[in-house]
């Protein structure tokens, strides 16, 4: 049998090197696990930022094991409440943690615009055929106008956007199922009017739906949109309980 190099010396055969031959094997003595890749905490430093929908409230919360601060986060935020939400904080941490591809936008529904925000400034076109007109070709075009300023909109600015006007609680089905944009998009077979029904819409109809970069909102959103990538969609679930 060739004997085997250990160090500098020759190994007797069958010596496995070290006090390994003294002792019974333990594969578990020494070892270090990794965690699991799912529990790897999303924010950079072992951090969650939660924020209420309507609580007035923003607060940071660390990890912590075996005693100690597992890292050191959001600066000035670790184990602390504030009174008042950090929205550019909130947004450093998203755009940080899930590289989207646009920055976050914050959307809020109320019963009027809020005060001090402008409103959207966007020409107002002749009706079409089917009496429809609006400020955008569809309301989804307010998030990307919402990257770069705040602005509020009124029913009338969605108009154009059958769809948009039913899913922002703007317009009941009976009310759009006739426009044209709904025929074309049954006709294209993508989705039947036996699906309509089924889409999510907000039950309450807002006066007002106001957009802007969630870094710098005056007002307190009830929705945070996030464009992202396929990649950065995996890590977001992955953090989800």
């Known amino acids: 049998m060739p004997r085997l190099r250990h160090g500098l010396r020759h190994a007797r055969p069958g010596h496995r090197g070290g006090d390994q031959g003294q002792h ?13 890749a799912g ?27 075996g005693g100690r601060s597992v890292g050191e986060g959001l600066e000035g935020c670790q184990d602390r409440r504030v009174t008042s939400p950090d929205w550019a904080g ?16 914050a959307i809020t529904f ?36 919402a990257t770069d300023r705040t602005f509020t909109t009124t029913k009338a600015d969605h108009g154009n956007c059958s769809v948009g006007s039913l899913t922002h609680g703007f317009a009941t089905l009976d ?26 819409v907000v039950s309450e109809r807002p006066g007002a739906v106001t957009y802007g970069p969630l870094a710098d909102t ?20 992955d953090a989800l309980p």
């Open 24 to 36: 019974p094997r333990n594969h578990q003595r020494g070892r270090r696990h990794r965690p699991r």
């Open 39 to 65: 529990r790897q905490p999303v924010l950079r430093g072992g951090q969650d930022v939660t924020t209420s929908a309507r609580g007035g409230r923003t607060w940071c919360r660390s990890h912590t094991g």
């Open 90 to 105: 909130l947004d450093a941490a998203l755009t940080a943690a899930l590289h989207p591809t646009a920055p976050p936008v």
């Open 110 to 145: 109320g019963a009027e615009p809020p005060a001090g925000v402008a409103h959207h400034d966007g020409p107002m076109p002749a009706a079409l055929t089917d009496g429809r007109t609006g400020r955008v070709p569809a309301g989804c075009v307010f998030w990307m106008h």
């Open 175 to 200: 009310e759009v199922a006739g426009n044209d944009d709904v025929a074309a998009l049954v006709g294209s077979g993508w989705v039947s009017m036996e699906d309509v029904p089924s889409v999510p």
């Open 218 to 237: 005056p007002v307190e959103p009830d929705v945070v949109l996030v464009r992202l990538t396929a990649k950065s969609l995996m890590v977001l679930c």
